[in-house]
């Protein structure tokens, strides 16, 4: 492209802008969650997004995606995050480039779209394609115009699919770059994949006793319960779904979806529930998922990221040794996993465990390493990462006529799964059709699942700084390494408790340092995390008043 051609994009990106200003003393950081804020603030954000999602299309000469959502977050809020090819989620490297982006200035647009152009080496000249899609809040449609103006800027095509769960766009975007080789890159394509695979797993699936093809759904008030809906008509009465907090009455996110069930530790509102009647809760852009039941006493039971990765692993490692294959199987977590969940992987299950930062970037790039690799936090969000070599040897594994029909039999049920299973990214849908799936070959209720291993009492706190970064971890968050002499402080205190366990990290967007501890009983994790707390609030530079003792019950 002439120099020429190249200022004249510039110039009208920064035209442009005027209709999308930056506010004044608000600074933007993309992280693993892309940008999230105040809907009101984000119409510059978006346009800028805009801007950077063409210049990444070009860079990769293939079509991106654009996000739009907040997720877990409350309907207010909003935010958006790119999306690359093969539906990961956006290089690391560039999220300094849509930093440096949505903190310029109006006027410097152009120079900040150069310094991106010189950087990464990219040929302005050719063509650029994005796909879009939103989730059901109300500042959707107006952010999504934003975000279309940047692309017109740049002279980008684009498809805006709408409403979708975040999942489904990531398996779009892939579906389109692949040439259909992942499958049909349509929203009717996705639930035709996923109801084949999981209608010929539960083929010939025989009586159950104690698994019953009954569950009920809190769609968060979102976009997973409008999509839901739309799968239940490819699944034939196999599976009985009532669907819940679906966006007809109630907010977004408000007491319901995975979030709040996990961190409050009971059932959403909306919800009437029987003892054993198991449970699901999405959160709001059907990202994360997790189960969850009642029991005859009345008592709430939590099946987590954690269950729901030792089910998997268990599960696929079984198959993977009646195929005969020699893949080798590990599950990644963060330091938020239980301790139960993990000794219970490694001692019991026989499965090498990694841990990553906290963040799914990290956790996707360490499943990578291993054949079939299992990854979930403890919020609900993970998948499961099949190597080319994996799917490769599986495929043919399921074809080979020479092989005993067991053995044949064994592949060709890792083939369904593979299907069923969305490996771009977390799937509320998909993760949840695959439990289902392992529950009823097992013959499992909710509880026999939940008697695999028993939780850990734990405890997270947090305790305000003056300065997050005077906090620094190594070991994949799980050492300190500043400030001086906190790290022993922890392990003299952990050692005081049976089977205790804690780490302190910094927040990655306010001065804040989270404490988890875990032990033995709920009384000592509370008591380990508080007297963590304190160690982090004399050594760290803790503001306002010292935190105080645990109420005794």
Not at 460 to 466: E, G, N, P, S, T
Request: charged share 25%; glycine share 8%.
């Amino acid at each position: 492209m002439t120099t020429c051609k190249m200022s004249d994009i510039l110039a009208e990106a920064v035209k442009g802008a005027a209709a999308h200003p930056r506010p004044e003393g608000i600074q933007f950081a993309y992280g693993t969650a892309g940008f999230r804020d105040k809907s009101t603030i984000l119409d510059p954000v978006l346009y800028r997004m805009g801007l950077l999602a063409a210049l990444r299309s070009k860079a990769k000469k293939a079509t991106v995606a654009v996000m739009i959502t907040a997720s877990h977050n409350p309907e207010p809020d909003n935010g958006v995050k790119l999306v690359d090819p093969m539906g990961e989620m956006l290089e690391e490297s560039w999220e300094e480039h849509a930093t440096d982006l949505a903190n310029a200035k109006d006027e410097d647009i152009g120079s900040a779209l150069q310094r991106i152009i010189d950087a990464v080496d990219i040929d302005i000249s050719l063509p650029s394609d994005v796909f879009v899609a939103r989730d059901t809040r109300p500042s959707g449609p107006p952010l999504t115009q934003a975000l279309l103006d940047g692309l017109k800027v740049m002279g980008s095509t684009f498809t805006d699919f709408g409403i979708l769960t975040t999942p489904q766009l990531h398996y779009l975007v892939r579906c389109h770059n692949s040439k259909g080789a992942y499958g049909e890159p349509t929203e009717e394509g996705y639930y035709k994949k996923l109801a084949q695979a999981f209608l010929k797993l539960r083929k010939d699936a025989g009586a159950k006793k104690k698994y019953e093809p009954v569950v009920i759904i809190d769609g968060a008030n979102g976009v997973g319960a409008l999509k839901t809906r739309k799968l239940q008509s490819h699944l034939h009465e196999s599976l009985r779904i009532t669907v819940c907090n679906d966006g007809s009455s109630g907010k977004l996110n408000e007491k319901c979806g995975a979030d709040f069930v996990k961190v409050q530790q009971k059932p959403p509102a909306g919800l009437e529930i029987q003892p054993g009647q198991r449970c699901v809760s999405f959160d709001g852009d059907a990202d994360r998922v997790v189960f969850f039941y009642v029991n005859k006493d009345g008592v709430f039971n939590l099946l987590d990221g954690d269950k729901i990765s030792t089910l998997i692993a268990g599960y696929l490692g079984e198959l993977v040794s009646a195929s005969g294959l020699q893949l080798n199987i590990g599950v990644v977590q963060t330091a938020y996993a239980n301790g139960s969940s993990t000794r219970y992987l490694e001692d019991v299950m026989k499965v090498p465990v990694s841990c990553a930062k906290t963040g799914v970037k990290h956790l996707h790039h360490k499943a990578l390493e291993f054949d079939v690799g299992v990854y979930f936090e403890a919020n609900g969000h993970g998948t499961v990462l099949f190597s080319d070599q994996a799917e490769q040897k599986i495929k043919a594994a399921s074809q080979d006529d020479s092989l005993e029909s067991s053995k044949r039999e064994a592949a060709t049920r890792l083939t369904l799964m593979m299907d069923l299973i969305n490996q771009t990214v977390g799937d509320a849908i998909s993760d949840f059709l695959v439990v289902e799936t392992i529950l009823s070959t097992r013959d499992w209720a909710a509880e026999d699942w939940n008697m695999q291993y028993r939780d850990l009492p734990s405890r997270l706190l947090k305790i305000k700084v003056k300065d997050r970064t005077a906090v620094q971890t190594t070991d994949a968050e799980r050492c300190a390494t500043a400030p001086a002499g906190l790290q022993e402080a922890i392990n003299k205190l952990v050692a005081k408790y049976q089977q205790g366990r804690s780490f302190v990290r910094p927040s990655g967007t306010e001065d804040v340092v989270r404490v988890f501890a875990e032990a033995d009983t709920q009384a000592n994790a509370d008591m380990l995390a508080h007297e963590v707390s304190v160690q982090v609030y004399q050594l760290a530079g803790g503001v306002g008043d010292q935190p105080q003792p645990p109420c005794a019950p």
